[in-house]
């Protein structure tokens, strides 16, 4: 059973920058794509970044050269790093998994392509 559990949020200020982690210790990471998400509110949930089973990653446009996606196959946790963070970056940020049937499958998803979800982590970013 895949559980997903994501920390690090809390209270930054503008410029900032924060670590969120998604303990994932029923994924195996050659079967998932897993990833995050965000939602602001009154706004649907969007991508942030995906990484697939061979470690390639896919980001949003928005997080590209901003957010780092990375994960440690040995403690089954999954980072984002996220820099610079800004006024309109507050949001409930998700992990999310799906299983991986080829190449391209971890490619553009969306939030309705994943099937597995942790409760969030909430980011807020004051000026």
């Known amino acids: 059973q895949v559980r997903l559990v994501e920390s690090g949020g809390g209270p930054v200020q503008s410029g900032g920058s924060l670590r969120l982690s998604c303990a994932a210790p029923?994924?195996?990471?050659?079967?998932?794509?897993i990833g995050w998400f965000r939602q602001a509110p009154g706004k649907e949930r969007e991508r942030v970044a995906v990484?697939?089973?061979?470690?390639?990653?896919d980001y949003a446009d928005s997080a590209k050269g901003r957010f780092t996606l990375s994960r440690d196959i040995a403690k089954n946790t999954l980072y984002l790093q996220l820099n610079s963070l800004k006024p309109e970056h507050p949001a409930m940020y998700y992990c999310?998994?799906?299983?991986?049937?080829?190449?391209?499958?971890?490619?553009?998803?969306?939030?309705?392509?994943?099937?597995?979800w942790g409760k969030g982590t909430q980011v807020t970013v004051s000026s």
């Open positions: 999310a998994a799906r299983l991986q049937y080829d190449s391209s499958t971890c490619l553009g998803l969306d939030s309705h392509s994943m099937r597995y």
């Open positions: 029923g994924i195996t990471y050659s079967l998932y794509c």
């Open positions: 990484i697939d089973s061979g470690g390639a990653t």
